[in-house]
């Protein structure tokens, strides 16, 4: 367990390799064995709002302050104008005068 | 009464027909030109990866070779943390272990491509899904909720991302100091920032938002609890069953 692997770099590399293709391709094979009720259904729909939400609250929580000023941002910014370069611009304009101003 | 319930909502709200999954060119560039905004994110993220690579003393095949195969840049900069020189056999089996659960969350998003790609043939809807990162998902999602169906704009998304996160890791290796700070400018929180972006076109009203409300909520509060990246996947699921069993 403990001995220098030969080619352990490429190995590392292909194990990580098929863990992550693992990952892309297990929802959608495991969705198709899974009767489509209208329950189901709309868990399903639910779901990419809900990975967004459970992605973004915790984060804002760990980072402060920055990262819900470049949230706020971006969520006002594409609420007046459905443009994600000027949502993405201003959030990160909105960062880095916040980090400037010691944030 | 559950029946007449149930023929009820079907009148009154049938279940949305969409157009069947197609792929043309247009679609490709159109992809493509939808990764616009995260092009200059994806390029520093990258660079800072070249240069953390070429720190932990990867070669540079093998440096270019995991962003080639990988292609998940949260799940590579960890791996790297947990990178040593030389590999021994339990240091491979935690890499693949660790890969696994920051990436767990690709599990719920290829789950939510279902309806969309179900209907393409295998090889052609896994073979899209391989090029699945946070971003492409979100542009997937947005596109999707505005009633497309071209499965090409999820592909070529995939790909122009791909050849920025491959092709950025060189100059960060090479130049190594190129990205001496990414937070100075807010890259550090350019992905966090597109998702809560591709979040506005979703909103559709109160009723899906309080599944939304609980997974933030439990994710947050998993965040607190569960080391890693589980409270993703978790606060997401517990949100989307719980918006499932709210009737209409």
């Known amino acids: 367990m403990n001995d220098a692997m030969p080619h352990g770099a490429l190995i590392a590399i292909v194990a990580m390799a098929l863990a992550t293709l693992l990952t892309r391709v297990s929802g959608f094979w495991l969705m198709g064995h899974i009767p489509m009720t209208p329950r189901v259904r709309r868990g399903l729909e639910i779901l990419p709002g809900a990975i967004m939400a459970s992605a973004i609250i915790p984060i804002i929580a760990k980072v402060g302050v920055v990262a819900l000023i470049a949230v706020v941002v971006a969520l006002l910014s594409m609420i007046v104008k459905r443009n994600e370069f000027i949502a993405v611009g201003l959030a990160l304009a909105a960062a880095s005068l916040a980090r400037a101003y010691g944030l | ?248």
């Open chain 2, 1 to 248: 009464m559950l029946v007449l319930r149930h023929i009820q909502t079907m009148t009154t709200h049938p279940p949305p027909r969409d157009e069947a999954p197609y792929w043309s060119l247009p679609g490709l560039a159109e992809g493509a030109r939808r990764c616009g905004a995260m092009v200059p994110g994806t390029f520093v993220f990258a660079a800072a990866y070249g240069t953390l690579a070429a720190q932990k003393g990867l070669s540079l095949s093998e440096t270019v070779l995991m962003s080639a195969l990988m292609f998940a840049g949260s799940a590579q900069l960890v791996a790297l943390e947990v990178w040593t020189n030389p590999l021994t056999l339990a240091t491979v089996v935690s890499l693949a272990v660790v890969t696994g659960i920051v990436n767990a969350r690709f599990i719920l998003m290829s789950a939510t491509m279902r309806p969309w790609f179900g209907p393409l043939p295998a090889w052609q809807a896994y073979g899209a899904l391989t090029t699945t990162v946070d971003a492409t998902w979100l542009i997937g999602m947005r596109y999707r909720s505005e009633g497309g169906s071209d499965a090409s704009v999820y592909l070529g998304a995939g790909l122009a991302l791909y050849a920025v996160w491959v092709f950025a890791a060189l100059p960060g290796y090479l130049l190594g100091a190129l990205v001496t700070d990414p937070k100075r400018f807010g890259f550090d929180l350019v992905l966090i920032i597109f998702f809560a972006a591709m979040f506005v076109p979703l909103w559709r009203g109160v009723r899906r938002a309080i599944g939304w409300a609980v997974a933030g909520l439990v994710a947050l509060a998993v965040s607190y609890v569960v080391p890693g990246w589980w409270f993703i996947v978790i606060g997401a699921l517990t949100g989307s069953i719980v918006g499932a069993f709210i009737d209409e």
